[in-house]
């Protein structure tokens, strides 16, 4: 069975930066994109920034600019380095894998989630 463990959310100011990192447990996340998604409390779980197995990104427009996600194949891992925090932030980010692009309806494997929290 394929795991996703994220790791790096907490509380941070309001303009500070976090770090998300996810660990899969199987080499299969190298021919498989990945990403990361979101939920606030009282909204519906959003897609934030997905990663293919080659390298090419895509972004939410609100987080365009500000957070940047990486991966690495060798280390079956994926990041999310988040700059610029704003409390709308605010959220449980989920690891996801699965896909030619993660998109939500390929998404096969996900993770527990890590809560960040931006404070005002």
């Known amino acids: 069975q394929v795991r996703l463990m994220e790791s790096g959310g907490g509380l941070v100011q309001t303009g500070g930066s976090l770090r998300l990192s996810c660990a899969v447990s199987?080499?299969?996340?190298?021919?498989?994109?990945g990403g990361w998604y979101r939920q606030a409390p009282g909204k519906q779980r959003e897609s934030v920034a997905n990663?293919?197995?080659?390298?090419?990104?895509d972004y939410a427009d609100s987080v365009k600019g500000r957070f940047t996600i990486t991966r690495d194949n060798a280390q079956n891992a994926t990041y999310l380095q988040m700059n610029s925090l704003r409390p709308e932030d605010t959220a449980v980010y989920s690891c996801a894998a699965g896909g030619p692009m993660c998109v939500a309806d390929d998404v096969v494997y996900w993770g527990q989630g890590t809560q960040v929290t931006v404070s005002s």
């Open positions: 199987s080499s299969i996340f190298s021919v498989t994109a």
């Open positions: 990663i293919t197995s080659g390298g090419d990104t």
